[in-house]
Structure formats: structure tokens, C-alpha cells
């Protein structure tokens, strides 16, 4: 069963994978400017595909805002193309990665303009502790699959393919999950970040992407397998 602990280790690090691809390479284009206004339009965008606010901020099209929130989804599959995840089980999992990306916590403060023209807006982020939560919970209907397939075996069963293994792993990381999701998302504590959110010319703001990415990887606490 060495392929239960690569599937272990990949599950592991669903939660960094699922907060890769969000980008903040759109401007607005308004002559007056909130910042906190923009930055919620951005993260709700971005993280909830709530598009209103953003799609009155910047002009752009409900297609164009809805966009941004499939194609971030779009790049946290992209991680599982070369994975041994099954592909009739890609939907399922992209589906419910939207669900918690929808249910990530951050509230935005006031923000402050900077002598040089710049702003801060604070954001407070309690990270989704979905991982961590269920990771104990993984391992061990994991390992009882892996004895059930022993015992099966040992009475005369024939030994299940990789595939068929691997499968049923995915699928068993699929049902924790979501048991966990359906059930209520709990919290971690409340974390602080700053975002810098710049001018660039008369009507184009931008936020700060190593801001950005902080806040990305606040937002969905991982999981340390260690050794």
C-alpha cells in the first residue's frame, strides 16, 4: 500500500493548491476612489464570485467579472493534471473547492491614505481550518481501507489495481470533505494584513500582488504531514 502515503501527502496540500491563481492584475476605473470599496469588490469577486460591486466599480461585464472566479478554480485543477486523481472525479472536487472558496472569512477596515499617494486597507482574515479539521479523520478511514484491502486479499480476494486504490482514496478524501463542509465551516483565529493599494495614473488603481499573495495563503490553513 505505498501508494496510500503519496495520496496522503497530496491531500495534505490540497489547501495550497486551492489558494493558488487569484490575480490582481485588473484596474478600476472611476474618478472617485474607495479603496475599501475596491478591495471588497476584488476579494468577493475573486473569492465568493459575488460580482455586483466589482462589475459597477470597474465597467467590465458580468461575464468579464465571472471570469475571474472560474479561471481561479480553472488554476487550482490545473494542479491535479499531472496527479493521479481520477478524471471522472475532477468535477466533483472542482465543485466543492468553489464551495470553500465561497465560505473563506476577511473583513475590510478603514483605509488610510499615505503621504505618498498610496492607501492601506487592513483586512482581518479568520483562515478556514477545513484541513487541519478533517485531516485526522482522513488518515484513519484510510488506513481502514487499506486493512480492508489487506484482510480481503489475505482470504483470497485478488489485490485491487493501482487505479481502483487510488480511486477510492479520492473518493474517500471527497466524502470527509464534504461530510465536513455540509456540516459547518469552522475558524481559526482572527489574523491581521495589509494591503497597499496603489495609483498608477489618473484613473488605474492596482493592489499590491505580494500583499495579494499573503493574504492568499492566510486565508486556508494547511497541513503539516511531517515525516
Excluded at 478603514?110 to 482574515?125: L, M
Excluded at 480492508?148 to 482514496?169: F, H, R, W
Amino acid at each position: 500500500m505505498k501508494k496510500k502515503k503519496k495520496i496522503i501527502v497530496i491531500a495534505a496540500i490540497l489547501a495550497v493548491i486551492l489558494a493558488v491563481g487569484v490575480s490582481v492584475g485588473v484596474y478600476l476605473y472611476i474618478n472617485r476612489f474607495d479603496a475599501g470599496e475596491y478591495v471588497q469588490a476584488v476579494l468577493d469577486t475573486s473569492y465568493k464570485n459575488e460580482t455586483d460591486q466589482y462589475v459597477e466599480i470597474t465597467g467590465i461585464s458580468q461575464e468579464e467579472a465571472e471570469k475571474i472566479f472560474d479561471d481561479n478554480l480553472d488554476a487550482t485543477m490545473a494542479g491535479f493534471e499531472n496527479s493521479e486523481m481520477p478524471e471522472n472525479m475532477q468535477p466533483k472536487y472542482r465543485e466543492l473547492f468553489g464551495e470553500i472558496a465561497r465560505k473563506v472569512s476577511y473583513t475590510i477596515g478603514k483605509p488610510e491614505k499615505q503621504e505618498d499617494g498610496t492607501y492601506i486597507v487592513p483586512v482581518i482574515v479568520k483562515p478556514v481550518t477545513l484541513f487541519s479539521d478533517t485531516y485526522e479523520t482522513f488518515q484513519t478511514k484510510a488506513q481502514e481501507y487499506a486493512q480492508e484491502v489487506t484482510d480481503s486479499v489475505m482470504n483470497g480476494a485478488e489485490m485491487p489495481t493501482d487505479e481502483e486504490m487510488q480511486n477510492q482514496i479520492y473518493q474517500i478524501y471527497y466524502d470527509v470533505l464534504r461530510k465536513r463542509v455540509d456540516s459547518g465551516m469552522l475558524y481559526g483565529g482572527a489574523r491581521n494584513v495589509q494591503l497597499h493599494v496603489t495609483k498608477t495614473s489618473s484613473r488605474e488603481f492596482t493592489i499590491d500582488q505580494e500583499d495579494m499573495d499573503r493574504l492568499d495563503s492566510m486565508l486556508i490553513e494547511s497541513v503539516d504531514v511531517g515525516e
